[in-house]
C-alpha cells in the first residue's frame, strides 16, 4: 500500500487547490480498491489468520490455549518434519534438474528448426500439462501395479520380475517420473517462447563470424533465456517443496512406503486432518512458507546477478 | 486517502476480532449440563410435532429403515447423508463439530472411534432418554463399547464377530485341511504357497484393524483407559503370541501385500489367489456386491484359535447411531435411533444382510439357520452368532485411536516392507501413540 503514496514532487507541489488534491486521491483508491479489498481478503486474511491459529493449542483435554511460540519451536525440532524437508530437498535436487534439462533440450531441439513435424511434436509433449495431476496420478499408480498394472503384465509377458516401483526404495523416484512427465512440456513451452524473441539478426551475425550451432546455443540462445531458466527453477523449486496431490493418491497403493508425513505439506495435511491438531499444523505451513521464499529468493538473486 | 486508510485498517481488525471470537466460543464451553430425563411422553410429542432428521451414515441398509420410520411417523423426515465413510466421515463430523455449524442430528460412530468423541464431549448421554433400559437387548460385547459408567453413548447398530472365511475350491484343489489354529494356519500357508506359487493364504500389508483384533483374540490388551488416564503396552503375553506367528508369515512372504478394499483385493479374492479372510460377520454382503465371481466357492468357518479347543474370539468393526451434542432436536434423533438400532429397524436391516448386536436376532432360529446363497446354502450365521458369543471381553481402544490408527502404516508398516520385526515396529506405534497421548493433554503411562 506504500506505493501507493502520490510522488514526493506532488507532495510538494504548492498552493493546489485543496479539493482537487483530495479528489485525485480519491480516484487512485477507486481503481484499486477492488484489488486491494481481494487481496486483504483471499490473501492476507488466510495468512493473518494462520499466524493467529498458529500461536494456539488445542487438546483433546483441557481444550484450547494460547502457546505463544511453542508450536514453532516443537516444530523446529520435529524430526517428521525435518525428515520430510529432506526427502523433498532430495526430490528437488534430484528431479529439477533431470526435467529442465530434457525440457530444454526439446525446446532447443524444436527452435533449431531442423525437426520434421514441429508443430506435433510440440503439442504432443505439452499434452501431459493438460492432463489433470490427480488424473494424471491414478493412471501411473495403475501402470506401477506388480500385480495387475502395467508392470506387472511386463513381468508376465517377457518372465522377468522388474523392481516394485512403489516400494519404500523407488517410490519418491516414482513420483518424480510422475512430475517429470507432467511438467516437461510446461517448461519446454515456457524456453521454447522465450528463445523465439531472440532477434535473428543475432544468428545471422553468429552465422557471419563462422559460429556452429554449438557456439550459436553457448553465446546467444542460453545467455538470452537465462530469465526464463531463473523463472522456471523459482516454479519448480516451489512445485517441489509443495509436492502433495502424487502422494497423497498413491498412498492408498503404498500405505507403507508414502508414510503421512511424506512431504512437508504432506505432513501438515495429515496433522490437521487425522490429528486435529490445527494450530500445529499452521505452524509447521508457516515455516514451511518462509523456507520456501528465502530460498527462491536466494535462487532468484543469484541468477538476477549473473544476467547483470 | 487517510479516512480510507483507516476504515481498511478498521475492516481487518474487525475481521480479525470476529475470527478471535469465533475460536474463543470453542473453549468456553464445558459442556457439563446436568440433563433431565426425557419421558417416553416428550418423546412421543415431538414425533406428533414433526421435523427434519440429518442422518450422516454409510451403512447401507439403513435406506429401508429411514423409509419405513417416515412411513410410521409421516410427519417426521429423515434426511440420510450416505457418501461419506470411514476417515472422510470422522473428518466431517470432527470438522463440523468444532464449528459448531451444521451437525447433524445423528452420526454414525464405529465402535473404535466413540470415546474419542464422547470425550470431547461431542456426543449426548442417551441414558436419559431411556437408553440405559435397553441393556438387555443387545450382546455384552457391543453394549460395553457404547456404555461408560451410567452413560450410554450411542445404540449399537451391528457388531463384527470375527470368522475365518476360506475360498474351498482353493483348498479341496491342493487337498489341504481348512486350519482351526493359528499353527496350523501357518503351516497351510506354506504348504499353499508352494503348491502354486501365485496363491497366498491371506492379504495383509498392514492394517490396524485387523492386527488390534488379533490383539484382542490373542489375549492381549494393549490399551488401558480410565477417564483421561491412558497407557500403551504391546510388550505382553498375548501381543508375543502374535508377534511370533505372524512374524513367520512375513519372514517366509507367505501373505500378500495387497490392501483391503483395492481393486487388487477384490480381484485376488475373486482368482483364488488370496485363499482366506479373517475378519467380522459383516463381510458375507460385501462379498455378494464386491466379488461374484467366486459365488459359491467361498465358506465361512471360525477363527482359528491360539491353542486347540479354545473357542476366544474378538470383533472386528462394528458400529453404533450416536446423537451428536450440538443436534438440533435431540427427541426426534433418539426416537429414530431406537427405531433403527432397538425397535423395528433391527429387523430390516437383518433381513437385508446386516449383522446384528441385538440379542432376540442372534437368537431367533430363522437367523441361525438362513442359507446364504453366496456360501452355497451355508448356515454361517451359526458361526458368526457362536464368535459373538465368545468375545474375550473387557478390550477397550485409545480415546484416539482414530488418529493411531492413521499413523499404523507409518510405523508398523516398516515391519512389512524392511527388516523390522513386528515386536519392534510394534513398540514405534507405542512411542507415537504416547507422544500424540501426551501432546493431547492425557496422563500416559508407559
Given at each position: ?16 487547490p ?7 486521491s480519491?480516484t ?6 477492488p ?18 491459529l498458529?500461536?494456539f493449542?488445542?487438546q ?8 505463544g ?38 525446446a532447443?531441439?524444436l527452435?533449431s ?14 499434452l ?21 498394472g ?7 509377458a517377457?518372465?522377468i ?38 532477434p ?9 563470424d ?6 550459436v546455443i553457448?553465446a ?29 493418491i498413491?498412498?492408498?497403493?503404498a ?54 | 486517502?487517510?479516512r ?10 474487525l ?5 478471535l ?13 446436568d440433563?433431565?430425563?426425557v ?27 429411514a423409509a ?34 451444521g451437525v ?24 436419559p ?12 460385547g457391543?453394549?460395553n ?17 470375527m470368522?475365518m472365511?476360506?475360498n ?15 499353527d ?5 500357508a ?6 502354486d ?13 485387523f492386527?488390534?483384533s ?18 500403551v ?5 498375548g501381543?508375543k ?16 501385500p495387497?490392501?483391503g478394499?483395492?481393486?487388487d ?29 467366486a ?10 484359535a ?20 450440538l ?27 446386516a ?9 431367533d ?12 446354502g451355508?448356515?454361517a450365521?451359526k458361526?458368526?452368532?457362536d ?10 481402544y ?8 492413521s ?10 516392507v ?6 519392534a ?7 507415537a ?11 500416559v503411562?508407559?
Amino acid at each position: 500500500m506504500t506505493t501507493l503514496e502520490p510522488p514526493v514532487a506532488a507532495k510538494r507541489a504548492p498552493a493546489r487547490p485543496a479539493a482537487k488534491k483530495d479528489r485525485r486521491s480519491w480516484t487512485g483508491w477507486g481503481f484499486v480498491g477492488p484489488f486491494v479489498t481481494v487481496f486483504a481478503l483471499v490473501f492476507l486474511a488466510p495468512i493473518g489468520y494462520s499466524i493467529y491459529l498458529s500461536l494456539f493449542r488445542d487438546q483433546l483435554i483441557g481444550g484450547t490455549s494460547f502457546v505463544g511460540l511453542d508450536n514453532y519451536t516443537q516444530a523446529l525440532q520435529d524430526d517428521q518434519f525435518w525428515s520430510s524437508l529432506g526427502r523433498v530437498s532430495l526430490f528437488l535436487a534430484v528431479q529439477v534438474p533431470i526435467m529442465l534439462g530434457i525440457a530444454l533440450l526439446i525446446a532447443l531441439a524444436l527452435d533449431s528448426g531442423r525437426l520434421f513435424g514441429k508443430d506435433f511434436f510440440r503439442i504432443a509433449i505439452f499434452l501431459p500439462y493438460a492432463v489433470p495431476a490427480v488424473v494424471a496420478t491414478l493412471m501411473w499408480g495403475f501402470m506401477y501395479g506388480t500385480k495387475y498394472g502395467l508392470v506387472g503384465d511386463i513381468n508376465t509377458a517377457f518372465g522377468i520380475t522388474l523392481p516394485d516401483p512403489l516400494s519404500s526404495d523407488l517410490v519418491l523416484a516414482s513420483i518424480g517420473n510422475i512430475v517429470t512427465w507432467e511438467f516437461i512440456g510446461y517448461n519446454m513451452l515456457i524456453f521454447y517462447s522465450a528463445l523465439r524473441v531472440i532477434p535473428l539478426s543475432l544468428y545471422e551475425a553468429a552465422e557471419i563470424d563462422g559460429a556452429g550451432q554449438i557456439r550459436v546455443i553457448t553465446a546467444i540462445k542460453l545467455p538470452a533465456i537465462r530469465g526464463a531458466l531463473v523463472i522456471a527453477t523459482i516454479f519448480s523449486i516451489i512445485g517441489s517443496f509443495q509436492l502433495f496431490n502424487e502422494p497423497a493418491i498413491l498412498r492408498p497403493l503404498a500405505r507403507n512406503a508414502i508414510t503421512t508425513d511424506f512431504t512437508p505439506n504432506f505432513y501438515t495435511y495429515s496433522l490437521s486432518f487425522n490429528g486435529q491438531q490445527h494450530n500445529y499444523s499452521a505452524a509447521v505451513a508457516i515455516i514451511m512458507g518462509l523456507i520456501t521464499m528465502v530460498i527462491a529468493y536466494v535462487v532468484q538473486l543469484r541468477g538476477m546477478r549473473k544476467g547483470a | 486517502m487517510r479516512r480510507t486508510t483507516g476504515r481498511l485498517a478498521r475492516g481487518i481488525t474487525l475481521l480479525s476480532v470476529l475470527a478471535l471470537g469465533a475460536t474463543a466460543c470453542g473453549s468456553s464451553d464445558d459442556g457439563s449440563k446436568d440433563q433431565k430425563a426425557v419421558s417416553a411422553g416428550d418423546i412421543q410429542a415431538a414425533l406428533k410435532k414433526g421435523g427434519t432428521v440429518d442422518v450422516w451414515a454409510w451403512e447401507p441398509t439403513l435406506k429401508s429403515v429411514a423409509a419405513n420410520f417416515e412411513k410410521k411417523y409421516p410427519k417426521v423426515k429423515i434426511n440420510l447423508v450416505a457418501d461419506r465413510s470411514g476417515d472422510k466421515h470422522y473428518t466431517a463430523l470432527s470438522n463440523a463439530l468444532a464449528a459448531k455449524k451444521g451437525v447433524p442430528d445423528v452420526a454414525q460412530v464405529e465402535y473404535f472411534a466413540l470415546s474419542q468423541y464422547s470425550l470431547t464431549k461431542g456426543l449426548t448421554n442417551l441414558a436419559p432418554y431411556g437408553a440405559d433400559k435397553l441393556k438387555a437387548k443387545y450382546t455384552p460385547g457391543p453394549w460395553n463399547a457404547v456404555n461408560d459408567g451410567d452413560k450410554v453413548y450411542g445404540l449399537p447398530m451391528d457388531s463384527g464377530p470375527m470368522a475365518m472365511f476360506y475360498n474351498k475350491k482353493v483348498f479341496d484343489k491342493y487337498k489341504i485341511a481348512v486350519p482351526t489354529t493359528w499353527d496350523e494356519y501357518v503351516a497351510a500357508a506354506a504348504k499353499l504357497h508352494k503348491a502354486d506359487p501365485k496363491v497366498y493364504i491371506a492379504n495383509d500389508a498392514g492394517d490396524a484393524g485387523f492386527t488390534t483384533s488379533m490383539l484382542w483374540q490373542a489375549g492381549s490388551r494393549p490399551y488401558k483407559v480410565d477417564g483421561t488416564k491412558v497407557s500403551v503396552n504391546f510388550d505382553d503375553a498375548g501381543a508375543k503370541k502374535y508377534t511370533d506367528t505372524w512374524q513367520k508369515l512375513l519372514d517366509q512372504k507367505l501373505v500378500s501385500p495387497i490392501n483391503g478394499w483395492t481393486d487388487d483385493w477384490y480381484k485376488g479374492l475373486g482368482d483364488g489367489t488370496i485363499a482366506t479372510l479373517t475378519t467380522g460377520a459383516w463381510m458375507p454382503a460385501n462379498f455378494v456386491t464386491g466379488v461374484p465371481k467366486a459365488a459359491g466357492q467361498w465358506r465361512a468357518a471360525p477363527m482359528p484359535a491360539w491353542t486347540k479347543g479354545d473357542k476366544a474370539s474378538a470383533e472386528n468393526g462394528g458400529s453404533s447411531l450416536t446423537v451428536p451434542e450440538l443436534a438440533k432436536n435431540k427427541e426426534l434423533a433418539y426416537a429414530f435411533v431406537e427405531y433403527a438400532n432397538a425397535g423395528d429397524g433391527v429387523q430390516t436391516r437383518v433381513d437385508e444382510g446386516a449383522f446384528p448386536a441385538t440379542v432376540a436376532q442372534l437368537q431367533d432360529p430363522k437367523f441361525l439357520s438362513k442359507k446364504f446363497d453366496y456360501f452355497d446354502g451355508q448356515e454361517a450365521n451359526k458361526i458368526f452368532a457362536d464368535s459373538a458369543a465368545n468375545v474375550a471381553s473387557d478390550w477397550s481402544y485409545l480415546p484416539f485411536q482414530q488418529y493411531a490408527n492413521s499413523i499404523f502404516n507409518d510405523t508398523v508398516g516398516k515391519a512389512y516392507v524392511s527388516g523390522v520385526k513386528l515386536p519392534a515396529a510394534l513398540k514405534t506405534w507405542q512411542d507415537a501413540s504416547v507422544k500424540y497421548g501426551t501432546e493431547q493433554g492425557f496422563t500416559v503411562e508407559k
